[in-house]
């Protein structure tokens, strides 16, 4: 017998890959929900945990019981755990980002609305907050700079990891990112 169980549709998942995340990954995830909770948008939290080796998991299931946590015991990198993430979401849109606080993900409310008119919106980081930056910094302005010269656009954040898109469109692409 197949189980006809309607799945509750949501407006927004909020997929966060997350790898050895336990120093930011309750700011992030309290920050994300003080953002939807003020927006108009119903929601839900995805954490794919790709296999850390700290606390990050233990730290999300024992704050934040609402959260979809997966943990996965072996890192793949973040495209494998939003991929896996976007398959398990509900929302209508679906968000991706990280959970090491480098994103704005407080602004995620204001790229919805965007989805009417674009399949993808894409939010940029206005400062450079990963690790190493001092190598990162200049490696990526080259880059940056060399892109805009290419094609003639602005391009703020080239490697955004936040983006919001409509899931329906998404769920078509996921076969490019890795297994």
Known sequence: MIDKVKKEIVDVS???AAYNEEKSIKEEIERIK??????????????????SKDKTPDIVEQNFPWVKLY????NYGTGTARKFGTERARGEYVVWSDADLTYPN??????????????????ARKTEE??????????????????????????PDLNS?????????????LYILPP
């Open 14 to 16: 909020i997929v966060l």
């Open 34 to 51: 003080k953002a939807m909770d003020s927006s108009k948008y119903s929601y839900e939290v995805i954490v794919v945990d790709d296999g």
């Open 71 to 74: 943990r996965r015991p072996v």
């Open 106 to 123: 407080y602004i995620i409310p204001q790229l919805i609305p965007h989805l009417d008119q674009y399949d993808q919106v894409i939010g």
């Open 130 to 155: 990963g690790k190493q930056k001092f190598l990162r910094i200049p490696a990526k302005c080259f880059i940056r700079k060399l892109a805009i010269f290419l094609s003639g656009k602005n391009i």
């Open 161 to 173: 990891g936040l983006r919001a898109f409509k899931r329906e469109i998404g769920l078509k692409y």
